[in-house]
């Protein structure tokens, strides 16, 4: 340490080997200060959250996923059959308390034929079952009772009923644009299934936190079909944007937590003009293994935009699959040295970029070949240039500094969050899939969700197209 040296200036020689030292110490001090500043700047701007919260909402994120996760398994697994039962289905137990009286009542009443369909002779009532479903309304909930007359003919007494709808959750008690509601404000809006809860408690609705964990799983699962035609009409694409998010895991058996990702592959084809709806398709994973975005998208042809994850690689090579560099994941480094530091180096590789977003401003919305075109003749020039400047400035810096990270990074390439479990995931990957891919079509995620799930119990897997939000769009207008 600095303190340690007894620094006599009758002895110059020995005055000279000290101030070598001096400077070496204050060099490496320095730079461990430039890191530590970079580093300190990144965990504040990525963590922008209130320390006293933290802990419990990690807590309750990781009992909640682990509840969505359990019910979405629930959901797939067949019930076993019931001898009292004459439809050979085991009913799921329930202790649910009566919803509120002060909550308007809609009574929908599914008459059979009053004819008898052996005799023709003429039906009599003999009572009724009344069925509640639960709905929201925005900014209110509401009651639908689904009144179904058991009838009795009055000369052979057959008894007819009409048959109960088919359902989100069959015997659940939500309808479809309550369901739609929870899983919006989850995650699109990220309102943790505690908060609704109490916001539902505040409307005089008693819906506890597990309730809510089971109207997420089971919609999740059964919406599973319809992210994965997503998923496929994704790899169809000649291009998609391909990039990973790191979320936390809770590690079974102890209570901590491990790093898993969200995965992200968007084909948006918008901006060279082509017709094709944007999609958004969304994985979970439990590590960062190159094997996943291999596996995901395995026999994929056409171009993918990536970060400068190793990962990736895997995809590239003598594959069919070819690879673009990502420049706003190249940007956004030198934008955290500078936002840190202050860099001027930083600043004006900043700049130089910025010409290159300058020629894709003007290539955006034209044909493949005259975008093709206006690269090799503009952006080219920028990009060899950037490249040789580049170089010059990283024997100019100290190689361990965040700076030279970030012009590495660049020359390398030269062409929403905790998960309880790894079911819990899954569905917030479904989840994210059917929302974001809504939102890049212009298309409220909640109501396009509620039609979807007023219909999908009965739509047969090879029509699951018809679902699609364009699809609802289409109805809608």
């Known amino acids: 340490m600095l303190k340690d040296f007894d620094i006599t200036p009758d002895d110059p020689a020995e005055l000279k080997a000290v101030n070598r030292l001096l400077a070496d110490e204050v060099k490496a001090l320095s730079l461990k200060v430039e890191q530590l500043q970079h580093q300190l700047h990144g965990a504040n701007r990525n963590r922008f959250g209130s320390k006293s919260e933290s802990l419990d909402q990690l807590d309750l994120g990781l009992a909640e996923d682990e509840a969505i996760g359990a019910a979405a398994d629930q959901q797939n697994i067949p019930e076993p059959a019931s001898l009292g039962d004459p439809c050979g289905q085991k009913k799921r137990q329930h202790s649910r308390k009566p919803l509120p009286d002060h909550l308007e009542r809609n009574d929908r009443v599914l008459m059979p034929d009053q004819s008898c369909c052996q005799c023709s002779g003429k039906m009599k009532t003999l009572g009724e079952d009344i069925t509640e479903e639960l709905e ?68 005089g609705i008693d819906l506890d936190r597990s309730t809510l964990a089971d109207w997420v799983g089971r919609p999740a699962a059964l919406l599973e079909p319809l992210a994965d035609a997503i998923g496929r009409m994704v790899r169809q694409g000649d291009a998609l944007f391909a990039d990973d998010t790191p979320v936390k895991l809770q590690a079974p058996g102890t209570k901590k937590t491990k790093t898993a990702r969200v995965w992200v592959y968007v084909r948006d084809e918008r901006s060279w003009a082509e017709t094709s709806p944007p999609l958004a398709w969304y994985r979970f994973t439990v590590d960062r293994k190159g094997e996943h975005p291999e596996g995901h998208l395995s026999g994929y042809k056409g171009w993918v935009h990536a970060d400068g994850y190793a990962g990736f690689n895997g995809l590239f090579g003598e594959k069919k699959t070819r690879e673009m ?141 018809n679902l699609m939000p364009w699809c609802y769009a289409a109805k809608a207008a």
């Open 325 to 465: 560099a990502c420049m706003a994941h190249i940007r956004r480094k030198f934008v955290d040295v500078h936002a840190s530091q202050g860099s001027a180096i930083a600043a004006e590789a900043i700049q130089r970029i910025a010409k290159l977003y300058e020629i894709e401003k003007r290539a955006r919305g034209k044909p493949p070949p005259e975008r093709a075109n206006l690269r090799q003749t503009y952006a080219n020039p920028v990009f060899d240039d950037l490249e040789t400047w580049l170089g010059a400035q990283l024997t100019r810096i100290s190689g361990k500094s965040p700076l030279a990270t970030a012009i590495r990074y660049a020359l390398s390439r030269k062409n929403y969050l905790f998960m309880g479990s790894q079911s819990g995931g899954k569905s917030a990957a479904i989840a994210y899939t059917l929302i974001e891919t809504a939102k890049l079509n212009g298309i409220d995620p909640q109501a396009w969700l509620t039609w979807v799930l007023a219909q999908i119990a009965d739509q047969k897997i090879n029509r699951i197209n």
């Open 136 to 203: 929201y309304v925005p900014g209110r909930f509401v009651v639908n009772r689904i009144v179904r007359p058991r009838l009795s003919c009055s000369c052979c007494e057959r008894v007819v009923q009409a048959p109960l709808p088919s359902r989100p959750i069959e015997r659940g008690r939500p309808g479809a644009r309550l369901l739609a509601h929870v899983l919006v404000s989850k995650y699109a809006d990220h309102l943790p299934l505690y908060r609704q809860s109490q916001i539902f408690g505040r409307e």
